[in-house]
């Protein structure tokens, strides 16, 4: 029985993996519908959070159950704990990159991105694929000093996003409104992308030390 028990743990995390791809897959597709008004793969991202969704209720469901009929321990109640708080985090990531895909549905045939804002919002892309990237090798692998270098990527984030406002409000800046409020919205979603990859870091270091690290580099997503 215990043995069925830890296999069905080790289910779960293997689980949250093949999600983290799916989401990876997600707001790659969503970042290039948004800079090439590709309306086929904007409906793509769109329609298959669905099945993102689905997986959190699944997943969510089963750490539930075996909340209530194991009654597990120590390192393995932690390891549920946090699971169920991954899946969270990775239903909303899919969530941002389908916000992505409507903007960018919204806009088609033109791309909702203006002009001045590519570059920005290309590495904005990059740096949002290397981050779930990065928070989905830790979780494979267990790793903690992996999960650490979320903390990082995220910062770079928190820079373009800032550039971005200050070039919107600057006195000589040619944006029109619409274009404002996209960059805001488009600019926000891939924020909080990032912050919720930083929570599945944290979640992947309490797994494996124990500590959830704090601090103004840990944002709470």
Known sequence: MRTSYHEELDSILDSLVHMAELVEVAIKDASESLLTADLGRAESVITNDAELDRMHEEME???LSILALQAPV??????????IRVVFELARMGDLAAHVAKIARLRYPERAVPEEFEASFRE?????????????????????????????IDSRMDVLRRDQFTRMLAEDSTISIEGAVDVALLGRYFERFADHAVAVGRRVIY???????????????
């Not at 990059?126 to 928070?135: G, M, P």
């Not at 690290?213 to 997503?221: C, F, K, L, T």
């Open 61 to 63: 469901y089963k750490c």
């Open 124 to 152: 904005m892309a990059d740096i949002a694929i290397e981050i779930i990237d990065q928070a989905r090798v830790s979780l494979a692998q267990r790793d903690a000093k992996g999960a650490e270098r979320l903390a990082e």
């Open 74 to 83: 120590a390192g393995e109640l932690r390891t549920i704990v946090s699971a």
């Open 207 to 221: 797994i494996i030390t124990g500590e959830v690290p704090e601090g103004e580099d840990w944002p709470n997503a």
